[in-house]
Each structure stands twice: as structure tokens, then as C-alpha cells.
């Protein structure tokens, strides 16, 4: 597939989020027992964001590694052109919480420096190989975002 009709594929916008949105609410809903993984074996964590036009809670699910105790995403949106909206939405307000199975916690967003980045790449690129894959398909900014834990 070209990298073309691949970014297509990943616009599928509306039907898209709604699934995310539904992956999150079921993950919540059973204490992340829904679909506690992806394909391959990657782990999934549940993120709420605050909606930066809205001010509503917003959920979606997405991969995560573990980096001793923050947890490492990356708004890769299926290598779409389009910055997906929980990272919009951490850019506006970085505070948001994430469920890992039964536990919910409080944390910080924020975009890893770039010696941490250069470090998590490698890690980030093994566990999954399409985050190579998806920096191809557009020019957009894919930066490795950090979740702190608060508190």
C-alpha cells in the first residue's frame, strides 16, 4: 500500500473516534478488562482528556509503554495528517487521567525532551513497528509524550 491511500485509510475520522471513544468507555466500564490489549500483544491504557473547546471529559484508548513510573503515548494517529484530538486537548490542558485495568490515577502530559525522546524511540519503535511506519506517511509532528503521575 502507498503511504497515500494508507493516510486515507487512517482518516477515517468520525467512524474512527467513535470507536475509540467506545474501546475507552467499555475499558472504564469493566475495570480494563475489555480489550486490555491491541493487536500483538501492546498494552492499552484508557486517557480522559478535557476537552479544549468543550470542557468536557473526553476518552480514548491508546497504546502505552511503561517508563518507570510515567507512562509513554505517542499522538501517531495511524500516521493521519491530522493531529489527533487528545493531544490537542493535553496541549491545552496537560492534566488527565488514565485507567490501567481496575486503577485509575491523576497525571501531567507533557512532550519528552529531547534526550528522552532519542532514549524511548528505540523502545517505542520495538514494541510496536508501525510508529516507524506511520512518521513516513505524513509530516506532521509525532513527538513521544509523557504522563506523570500527580501526586
Known amino acids: 500500500m502507498t503511504a497515500r491511500l494508507l493516510n486515507r485509510a487512517a482518516r ?3 467512524a474512527a473516534r467513535l470507536m475509540s471513544s467506545l474501546h475507552a468507555r ?3 466500564l469493566t475495570g480494563g478488562h475489555f480489550l486490555p490489549r ?3 500483544g501492546l498494552p492499552v491504557l484508557s486517557l480522559t482528556t478535557t476537552g479544549r473547546r468543550s470542557g468536557r471529559p473526553r476518552s480514548t484508548a491508546i497504546i502505552y509503554l511503561a517508563d518507570g ?3 509513554v503515548v505517542m499522538p501517531s494517529n495511524a ?3 491530522a493531529t489527533p484530538a487528545w493531544w490537542l486537548n493535553l496541549q491545552a490542558n ?3 487521567e488514565v485507567q490501567l485495568g481496575g486503577e485509575r490515577r491523576r497525571v501531567r502530559a507533557r512532550r519528552a525532551a529531547p534526550e528522552e525522546a532519542e532514549r524511548l524511540w528505540p523502545e517505542m519503535r520495538n514494541a510496536y513497528a508501525g510508529f516507524e511506519a506511520y512518521q513516513r506517511f ?3 509532528d509525532q513527538p513521544i509524550v509523557l504522563l506523570e ?3
Open 38 to 40: 491491541w493487536a500483538g
Open 12 to 14: 477515517l475520522g468520525p
Open 26 to 28: 467499555l475499558y472504564r
Open 94 to 96: 496537560p492534566e488527565a
Open 69 to 71: 513510573d510515567n507512562l
Open 79 to 81: 500516521g493521519s495528517d
Open 149 to 151: 503521575p500527580l501526586g
Open 138 to 140: 505524513t509530516e506532521r
